[in-house]
């Protein structure tokens, strides 16, 4: 089973972030980058059908140079190959317009399944994977927590609302996004990260896989909550209190 | 293996060359210079020790049975265990730069990285750079899997830095076929539990050879657990021989050479001591710099006052000179090594690059071990009366701390040895310290000339460095002019300490300078605004130290018209403007407090 696992490098989740003034994006200088947690899950489970069925891993990843260092990693942990679209402005691009470039990267790969993550821990916009299913013209579903492969089909198991799971069948091949936490990813090993050095890494630019995109949908801005915290103490006897309570939730927060 | 990012541009330096030659910044290795595969290394290692190893540190702090050696079996099949051994042999054969980073990553629990250091250090690096073909096979696959736990059993209950004083003996059998072991070892690391020992003991009286010793082995027994102030988690023990028979192919290296052995083995092991350390740095700022949030006092987070702001600037900033050092004196090993001509015996090349820092690496030792001391102690300080409990991670880093100031050399013994083996390289004409003193000596009579500033952003920071060797080439020029031969004996050991410590402090100003230099040739002048405020608040308290030492060192040896020359001239090499050191702090810290951790790490 060929598999394309989509890796993204997001900034470290303990990162201290700063947003120069007015921008739409975070200042990328002097943070560290990581894989993207909900795709290390997805890696894994890549890595495992493979084992199990045979067939290749590809890491594929967008974004400028640095973020070859997701695929390296994946690389690392016992994909086969990476594909890097290479683009220093893929912040800019909205879920649609990423879905486009990686669909076009995929489109060039013999695969028989697409294995995104959940959601990016940056724009966590949580529909890459749903779109990418949609442009390459394939069966998709979400919130993955098994997955059973036989006969070109796939049992999986998703989840749902307040601890309820759903079992779906799709045929091959299909676009699956992952949830966090259906398995422990493995470590790289210091001989897999040794041994990822000679392995292959494509590089294609947007031009190059032919993909314009117009974006539906900008960032105009990017802040930090305001925390604003008001105590107020009802006075009174308890029975004015609830009342003046009632009065606020009604007129004042509405949520009676 | 060639993880190295060394460009063609980084010229080998010699060893204690930071004395004598100014680099290019781009000529030195700095932290921005990792590459993604040692990055990950460091990953792989950062993951391992706080998924694996943290969460097990009370078992672990108690000897749990069998815990610590389940987590070195883990370790081992990630590769964490094999970095000093060649890919031939079963291990990850890391260029130094990786295994300076993963060195760093396993200072997250001290007992770990003792433990770590005794097996995958010195306990390893005897058998690779000494062993013969058949020991190499026999044992390093084994030591990088843990099948085998290793440890280095050189000193005993009479001879501690003294280790040439050893008693144990090793006689040849009447039928020639064994080595008969004799004697007693303390405070080994891994005692408890390892397969393999590394001893050192004398043939025919007086020759120190090395002998592998494997557990089980008739007459020679373990000693119980010693009850330590700290690294808990590690195994240390006394080790005895009783008329204890070891084959004759176990002796490693030759008859007598035993101590080339141990001390090759000790240059490795100081150089890593002061990256675990630095690791140990970066988490205690962690850990205060969280705390410091948390708790509040007069209505206040602790982090808004300005003297907890002051220690936890302080701590990265003597992390960031320590770091510079480290990560410079790692790409000089590192050049050394790539700079091998093809068909050389790599694992030889490696035993000449330690010979050739081994002035580094006492330096990283020393200086690596004083800054953790020192960062400890300020994080207990800022942890309050929580400091001083249990329950707090700190008070154990505390403990964990102080033993480094002591094994693998102490520093009393580490600051002789920097300044001895500074001195033989000059008297051997390696380095140009005779010539350089002489030169000086003639500018000073000179008297002084109108410096013109270059008008460079760091041209003010260029001149404290330049001084700084300066300094240190006045004040040992006069020490030895004085002293000459004497100034090994012990009654001059305060003015060796004292030249060791400008030495080491010129060569932690100059580091500091030359990555900041080199990241605003990089990244432009103004994105290195923090990293600079850290080298120019080191450099303006390494510049007042230096000045007190050679004070003292002159004082000590140069008298009437020398001395006042003398101190003239050190006054000019002492000059500098007024700089504002609270300011500088204040910006650091407020970076540190920004992402509560180390805010230099890979820049
Ligand atoms: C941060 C985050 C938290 C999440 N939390 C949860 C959670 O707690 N529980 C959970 O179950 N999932 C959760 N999800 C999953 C999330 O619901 C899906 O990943 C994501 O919305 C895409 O879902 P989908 O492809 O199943 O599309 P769907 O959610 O099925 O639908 C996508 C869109 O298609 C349109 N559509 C679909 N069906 C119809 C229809 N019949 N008629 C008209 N329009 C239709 C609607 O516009 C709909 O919004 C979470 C996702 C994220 C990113
Ligand atoms: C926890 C622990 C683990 C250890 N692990 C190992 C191990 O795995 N293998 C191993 O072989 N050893 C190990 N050691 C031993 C360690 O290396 C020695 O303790 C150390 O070298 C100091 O020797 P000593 O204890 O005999 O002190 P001493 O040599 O008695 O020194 C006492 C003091 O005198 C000073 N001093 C000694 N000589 C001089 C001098 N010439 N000039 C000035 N000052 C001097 C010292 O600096 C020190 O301050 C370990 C020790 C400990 C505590």
Same mark, same amino acid.
């Given at each position: 089973?060929?598999?394309?696992? $989509? ?37 894994? &489970? ?5 084992? @199990? ?21 994946? %690389? ?24 486009? $470039? ?12 697409? %294995? ?35 006969? #070109? ?11 309820? =799971? ?24 210091? @001989? ?11 590089? %294609? ?14 960032? &105009?801005?990017?802040? *930090? ?32 | ?13 010699? #060893? ?10 781009? !000529? ?22 706080? /998924? ?28 964490? +265990? ?19 980073? +993963? ?19 010195? #306990?390893?690096?005897?058998? *690779? ?45 009447? !039928? ?64 005895? =021989? ?31 001591? #002061? $990256? ?25 987070? +602790?982090?808004? =006052? ?29 050049? =050394? ?32 071990? &004083?800054?953790? !001391? ?16 249990? /329950? ?7 403990? !964990? ?43 000073? +009579? ?154 230099? &790490?890979?820049?």
């Amino acid at each position: 089973m060929n598999i394309v696992v $989509c890796v993204k490098q997001v900034p470290a989740k303990d990162a201290p972030l700063a947003i120069p003034e007015g921008a739409a994006w975070i200042r990328e200088t002097d943070i560290g980058f990581e894989l993207n947690e909900p795709d290390g899950y997805a890696l894994e &489970e890549a890595l495992r059908l493979k084992e @199990k069925h045979g067939g290749e891993v590809v890491a594929v990843s967008m974004g400028p140079e640095r973020s070859k260092q997701a695929i390296k990693e994946a %690389l690392a942990k016992g994909a086969e190959r990476g594909v890097h679209i290479s683009d220093d402005k893929f912040y800019e691009l909205d879920p649609l317009g990423s879905a486009r $470039c990686l669909a076009a990267a995929i489109k060039r790969e013999k695969f028989d399944l697409v %294995l995104t993550g959940l959601q990016s821990d940056d724009h966590g916009f949580g529909q890459t994977g749903v779109l990418l299913a949609e442009l390459l013209g394939l069966p998709h579903a979400t919130i993955i927590m098994q997955i059973d492969a036989a006969d #070109g089909r796939l049992k999986l198991k998703r989840e749902l609302e307040a601890g309820w =799971f759903q079992w779906v069948e799709l045929p091959l091949p299909a676009v699956l996004s992952i949830q966090s936490g259906i398995n422990k990813p493995r470590y790289a090993t210091l @001989k897999g990260i040794m041994a990822a050095k000679k392995k292959e890494i494509a590089t %294609l630019t947007r031009a190059e896989l032919g993909v314009t995109v117009s974006p539906t949908q900008r960032i &105009e801005r990017i802040y *930090v909550p305001k925390k604003t915290k008001k105590t107020e103490i009802l006075t009174g006897t308890a029975k004015e209190a609830a009342a003046k309570l009632v009065e606020k939730l009604k007129h004042e927060a509405r949520v009676l | 293996m060639a993880t190295t990012t060394t460009t063609a541009s980084q010229s080998v330096a010699r #060893g204690g060359s930071f004395l004598v030659e100014s680099p290019r910044p781009e !000529d030195v290795f700095t932290p921005a210079d990792i590459n993604d595969e040692q990055k990950l290394i460091a990953q792989t290692t950062s993951e391992f020790i706080n /998924d694996e190893v943290v969460p097990l540190i009370d078992d672990l702090e108690h000897h749990k049975p069998g815990v610590m050696i389940g987590l070195l079996k883990k370790a081992g099949a990630l590769g964490i +265990l094999g970095g000093a051994i060649p890919e031939e042999y079963g291990g990850a054969g890391l260029d130094k730069v990786s295994s300076t980073l +993963l060195s760093e990553q396993l200072a997250a629990y001290g007992g770990f990285s003792v433990t770590h250091g005794g097996h995958s250090g010195i #306990g390893t690096i005897p058998i *690779v750079y000494f062993g013969t073909e058949e020991q190499k096979k026999k044992y390093l696959p084994k030591i990088a899997s843990a099948e085998l736990i290793s440890c280095y059993c050189l000193s005993e209950p009479q001879a501690g830095s003294d280790a040439q004083a050893l008693r144990t003996r090793a006689d040849l059998s009447k !039928d020639g076929k064994q080595w008969i072991l004799n004697g007693q070892k303390m405070w080994i690391t891994n005692g408890n539990y390892a397969d393999l020992f590394v001893v050192f003991a004398k043939v025919d009286g007086d020759k120190i050879s090395c002998f592998l010793v494997e557990k089980g082995t008739p007459g020679f027994s373990v000693g119980a657990e010693e009850k330590k102030m700290g690294i808990k988690g590690s195994s240390t023990t006394a080790l005895s =021989f009783e008329n204890a028979p070891v084959p004759k192919e176990n002796l490693l290296h030759e008859i007598g050479r035993g101590h080339i052995v141990a001390f090759n083995t000790l240059n490795a092991g100081r150089f890593s001591l #002061g $990256c675990y350390c630095l690791g140990g740095v970066k988490r205690t700022i962690e850990v205060s710099s969280k705390y410091s949030k948390e708790r509040t006092a007069f209505g206040k987070q +602790l982090a808004e =006052f300005g003297l907890i702001r002051q220690k936890l600037a302080e701590m990265a900033i003597r992390a960031f000179a320590l770091e510079s050092m480290i990560y410079r004196s790692a790409g000089m090993m590192d050049a =050394f090594m790539a700079s091998a001509e093809t068909g050389t015996n790599k694992t030889q090349h490696m035993m000449k690059a330690l010979e050739e820092y081994a002035i580094e690496s006492s330096i990283s030792k020393v200086y690596g071990s &004083e800054a953790l !001391d020192f960062a400890v102690d300020e994080g207990v300080q800022i942890f309050g009366g929580y400091g001083y409990h249990e /329950d707090y991670p700190v008070a154990r880093a505390y403990r !964990d701390s102080r033993i480094n100031r002591i094994f693998e050399g102490t520093n009393e013994i580490n600051r002789m040895l920097i300044i001895q083996m500074l001195m033989k390289r000059a008297m051997g004409g390696v380095l140009p310290l005779i010539p350089k003193a002489m030169k000086l000596m003639e500018e000073i +009579l000179a008297g002084p000339s109108f410096e013109e500033g270059s008008g460079d952003a760091f041209a003010e920071e260029e001149r404290m460095v330049a001084n700084a060797k300066k300094v240190f080439l006045l004040t040992s020029g006069s020490a030895v002019q004085k002293l000459r031969d004497k100034l090994a004996e012990p009654e001059h050991q305060e003015v060796v300490a004292a030249l060791s410590n400008i030495a080491m402090d010129a060569y932690a100003m100059e580091s500091s300078l030359l990555r900041v230099q080199k990241a605003a040739a990089r990244r432009g002048a103004g994105d290195v605004g923090v990293m600079s405020a850290a080298m120019r608040a080191f450099l303006f308290d390494a510049a007042d130290r230096i000045e007190h030492e050679a004070r003292t060192v002159l004082g000590a040896v140069a008298e009437g018209d020398m001395l006042r020359t003398q101190m003239m001239a050190l006054k000019r090499f002492s000059k500098r403007e007024p700089g504002n050191p609270i300011a500088l702090r204040r910006e650091v810290a407020t970076a540190v407090l920004a992402g509560d951790r180390y805010p230099f &790490e890979y820049r």
